[in-house]
């Protein structure tokens, strides 16, 4: 009691709160940009920690984790590019709604539910980290495999609308997730002898590849702006009106969002997810789904808030970072002498009390910003799509490259970003793929620490046997889930390319084998049966779709009529998508030559006026503001942004590519 | 008494900084490289260090960290070797997985370690410890007799590489490791009783097992030791009643640790205690360059500022300046052959197909 009265002095002191404040401005401002997030924020910050009274440093990093997964809400709304991780589901239903021009009831929606989330993770979190020791200690290794097994299961039910092209995606990812260094063994996997495949490919830069380059192309072929019009006025209300009405939805997903965050090692990359899909088996109308249901909003940013909170307790309680901008706050941490250890839930409970209420007030401040500012900031869906365009290319490879500070991340990006588009025209699932991505690691050392300490006994465990019973009725819902039974394919065009599609995708399990059977049966196991299982999967929907293009009788049988549901996707015009890729490729070579910030600046004046030569202020405007941000960033975190071929031969300044010093 | 001696120190301090004046980085800026991510144990260390380099090296230049992460290590480590001028501007934040890697022979490293020029060595020790249930304090007969004995290993290819030579010259038959799990994670299941034997380095050591051990959950095996620079092994400090590695060996094997075992030993202590994180220049640094930034780490350790904290942010172990500090790496970065069979040899018996090259 009495710690819990020193902190809550602690909390209202004035210059607690104005560091608190400083940093949520700092947090909103990063969110905003796509791919930054608070992973950035933190790495923005942590120089000066060092310098500063502790618990002022304190403040300050709560203040800026804390309204990143409320401001990137922005981004993610109103231009269908997720600004950090937590957000990927809020596009999937956010982004329709900014096309219909209903981006300020969206956003309002998405804010309050963002704010609730957070103060009610807070609030959960106060009490339950009494109880955190016992049921994190409960959680073994067979029971964190169960929970991945789990995981990958619920996205099942995202995976689109055909269950097999679904599943097949899933299988990709975690293929994809398995090159590198192999965990068991530390043989090379499928790297060409190359260091950038050492690690694997960077989730970020697989996440931006999918998410963000498919809609800024798809928007370019759709010509204009994000919305036809804005209905600001009505939009506001309504979306406060939503959230109240869906009261008991926010309760549940911020519940959810904040024992996800808790849990080791499953970090915050899926928590929407969950949210979104725990939704869609919840709803029984489930028709506006993808195309702009306000509960669609609601649900994954009252999740992904109510995290930050819940992953809090292993961070603070074992030092293990649930995600990559905890890994950063722990940095902090011992920078200003905070040792993370049951400590911090026994003696230190003061300390952790003030972190969880300057988050929740931090929460409140920054959903609070936002929505003032709402009606403003949607205006940019206005904005004519050929001027936003190159900004968010420019924006995103600068994301890309902030966070690992590699030259391939590019090329990386732009693979993952053709994987994107032709995923999306194509029906196959962008989400499936990103989740088994990324738990595709887990997936394989969990599977054999949980063989090596356990066998099979596991599975009898009291926290498996719970875990189990959610997995199977999870499948038992899949099962139920509703396929058009009147799929008729006749109108798709392009059938023979989306044939020709999955036979490129076939190469990527056969090249697998191809290139680990040599290798030792602890490194090879786990990538070959991925890849034989995604080998038959993709035949099996190649022989569908053959059989669908000659209209085969045998596909009439109730069994087959599921998988042949949406075999062919209508896509949107591809050909023009591809050639606006081949732009942001061209933008890539002119990296190579000029550096990332002259290639920038030049990118964004060519592509604006190549649309519209009168644009010439706005281009100009833009790219000068581009380059003094990019300056000042190079400044405080001293980084130096890829240099091109002409800082070889031209004496540049440091930060545009010349020499050091 | 005491008060001539501090002052005969404090003129040779002087008398140092006179020597080297003909350095001086006024106006400059000098970068340190850092082959990982914010936040991280070399990063730290690089923050903790860096104010105090600026105010006493020549000229106190501002000092500059710039993170390199990726490719573990080698990506930054690669960076520095190509791009580092021997001017004194560039400095290199190492830590025992960059010379691991090197001493491993990893076909992607193109930096030559050995070769460059230490300034301050950051020691830390490694300490094993059990549960109370499944031994006795410092004693391994009962480890030694079981079956099946788990312990945490990252991969072979990292430093991680050394538990499974220790594990095997101390004869314990039943070790087992349990991949992909790093020493914190590897910490984490040793709690909830996944795993029987786990080791943790001297900070997490004191923060997190020494509550444990005052508990009675957990007991004390043994600890790497303390290398001399004259080659003697010491007790760790942290605790003191734990055996040392050559006394745990002589205990199991009945002979001193000698020979080819005494030299992999040696090898590994620099790798992974001696220079567990170190600051050093490129190999063309000259020496005048090496002698100013040695007097201004010398300076640094008297620093009232960096006594009271050093303990906290570095550890109780005090740092390595000087030339012993580049025997130390000559002989982390660079494995004998013998040194090499060892542990390939440990390797094979424990059925990996990693070898060191």
């Known amino acids: 009691m009495e710690q819990l009265l020193a902190a809550l002095f602690q909390l209202f002191e004035p210059t607690h709160l104005a560091f608190l404040f400083a940093g949520t401005l700092l947090g909103l401002i990063v969110g905003i940009l796509p791919g930054m997030g608070g992973t950035s924020g933190l790495a923005l910050v942590l120089p000066f920690v060092f310098t500063m009274e502790p618990s002022h440093a304190l403040a300050m990093m709560i203040g800026v984790l804390a309204p990143t997964t409320t401001s990137d809400t922005f981004p993610a709304v109103l231009m269908g590019v997720p600004g950090t991780s937590g957000s990927q589901a809020t596009v999937m239903d956010g982004f329709p709604l900014s096309k219909k021009g209903m981006a300020a009831r969206a956003l309002s929606a998405a804010f309050s539910a963002s704010l609730l989330g957070g103060v009610f993770g807070a609030l959960i979190l106060s009490i339950s980290i009494y109880y955190a020791i016992p049921i994190i200690m409960a959680f073994g290794f067979g029971e964190q495999f169960l929970l991945v097994v789990l995981a990958l299961l619920m996205v099942g039910a995202l995976t689109g609308d055909n269950l097999f092209k679904g599943i097949a995606s899933c299988f990709l990812g975690l293929i994809i997730g398995s090159i590198g260094t192999a965990p068991i063994t530390g043989d090379p996997r499928y790297t060409f002898d190359t260091l950038y495949l050492l690690e694997g490919v960077p989730l970020v830069v697989v996440g931006l590849g999918l998410f963000a380059i498919p809609e800024i192309v798809g928007l370019l072929d759709a010509k204009g702006s994000i919305a036809k019009s804005l209905n600001t006025k009505k939009g506001w209300f309504t979306g406060l009106k939503d959230v109240v009405k869906n009261w008991f939805l926010v309760l549940r997903c911020s519940t959810l969002g904040c024992l996800v965050g808790a849990l080791p090692g499953l970090g915050g990359t899926v928590v929407d997810w969950i949210a979104y899909s725990h939704l869609k088996q919840t709803t029984k109308d489930t028709s506006q789904f993808g195309k702009g249901d306000i509960r669609g909003v609601i649900a994954p940013e009252s999740a992904n808030n109510a995290k930050e909170g819940g992953a809090l307790i292993p961070t603070l309680i074992f030092g293990i970072p649930g995600s990559g901008n905890k890994v950063l706050l722990l940095g902090g941490f011992v920078l200003i002498g905070i040792e993370p250890g049951l400590d911090m839930v026994t003696t230190n409970l003061d300390l952790t009390y003030l972190m969880i209420w300057s988050l929740a007030i931090a929460n409140i401040l920054g959903a609070g910003i936002c929505m003032g500012f709402s009606s403003q900031i949607s205006k940019f869906t206005l904005v004519p799509y050929y001027i936003l365009a190159p900004v968010m290319v420019c924006l995103i490879f600068f994301a890309t490259f902030n966070f690992n500070r590699d030259w391939y991340d590019f090329i990386g990006l732009m693979s993952f970003g053709l994987i994107g588009i032709t995923f999306k025209n194509f029906g196959w699932s962008r989400p499936a793929l990103l989740i088994g991505f990324f738990l595709s690691t887990k997936v394989e050392l969990l599977s054999y620490q949980t063989q090596a300490v356990y066998g099979l006994s596991f599975l009898t465990r009291p926290v498996s046997i719970i875990l189990i019973i959610l997995c199977l009725a999870t499948i038992v819902l899949l099962t139920k889930q509703k396929f058009d039974k009147y799929y008729r394919s006749d109108f798709v065009k392009g059938k023979l390319t989306q044939i020709y599609y999955n036979i490129i995708l076939l190469c990527l399990p056969l090249s697998m084998i191809w290139f680990t059977i040599n290798l030792d049966y602890r490194a090879n196991l786990f990538p070959i049966s991925l890849s034989l299982i995604a080998f038959f999967l993709l035949t099996f929907i190649l022989i569908i779709k053959i059989a669908d293009l000659k209209n085969l009788s045998f596909l009439n049988y109730t069994i087959i009529k599921f998988a042949r549901s949406n075999i062919f996707e209508i896509g949107g015009n591809f050909k023009i998508q591809i050639y606006y890729y081949l732009s942001f490729i061209g933008f890539l070579l002119m990296n190579f030559i000029f550096g990332f910030p002259i290639a920038a600046a030049l990118f964004i004046n060519i592509f604006i006026l190549f649309h519209n030569r009168k644009a010439y202020v706005s281009s100009i405007c833009i790219s000068a503001a581009l380059m003094v941000i990019l300056w000042a960033l190079s400044s405080l975190l001293t980084l130096q942004f890829p240099n091109g071929l002409i800082g070889l031969f031209i004496d540049l300044p440091w930060w545009l590519g010349g020499q050091l010093n | ?357």
Do not use: C
């Not at chain 2, 903790?48 to 480590?77: C, E, R, T, W």
């Open chain 2, 1 to 357: 008494m005491r008060k001539i001696l501090i002052l005969i120190i404090m003129s040779l301090f002087s008398f140092v900084s006179v020597a080297s004046a003909d350095v001086n980085f006024s106006g400059k800026t000098i970068t340190w490289v850092v082959p990982f991510k914010e936040g991280g144990g070399t990063s730290r260390f690089a923050r903790f260090i860096q104010p105090f380099l600026k105010k006493y090296l020549p000229g106190n230049p501002d000092v500059q960290i710039m993170h390199i992460p990726g490719g573990g290590a080698i990506k930054g480590s690669n960076y520095f070797e190509k791009n580092a001028k021997a001017d004194g501007t560039f400095i290199f934040g190492s830590s025992t997985s960059v010379i691991v890697n090197v001493a491993t022979g990893n076909p992607l490293v193109k930096y030559n370690l050995s070769e460059y020029r230490p300034v301050v060595l950051l020691p830390q020790n490694t300490h094993w410890f059990t549960r109370s249930d499944l031994a006795e304090p410092h004693d391994l007969s009962k480890i030694k007799e079981r079956k099946l004995v788990l312990y945490a290993l990252k991969t072979p290819a990292s430093a991680d590489l050394f538990h499974i030579w220790i594990y095997d010259k101390l004869g314990i038959k039943g070790a087992k490791p349990i991949p992909g799990l790093s020493s914190s994670g590897g910490y984490q299941a040793f709690l909830r009783g996944e795993i029987h034997l786990s080791s943790h380095g001297a900070a997490n050591y004191v923060k997190k097992v020494k509550p444990e051990i005052e508990k009675g959950k957990v007991v004390d095996l043994m600890t790497l030791g303390i290398i001399g620079a004259d080659g003697s092994v010491s007790r760790n400090p942290l605790a003191p009643n734990a055996p040392t590695f050559p006394e745990m060996y002589e205990k199991v094997n009945g002979k001193k640790l000698e020979g080819d075992d005494l030299e992999a030993y040696y090898a590994i202590g620099a790798a992974w205690s001696q220079a567990s994180k170190a600051m050093m220049l490129p190999k063309d640094a000259s020496d005048e360059i090496v002698k100013a930034y040695r007097d201004a780490a010398t300076k640094m350790t008297n620093d009232p500022e960096f006594k009271a904290k050093a303990l906290k942010a570095l550890g109780p172990f005090p740092l390595i300046i000087g030339e012993e500090a580049g025997e130390i790496i000559k002989k982390a970065a660079v494995f004998s052959d013998t040194t090499k069979k060892q542990l390939n040899a440990a390797l094979k018996k424990h059925k990996f197909t990693y070898r060191v090259q």
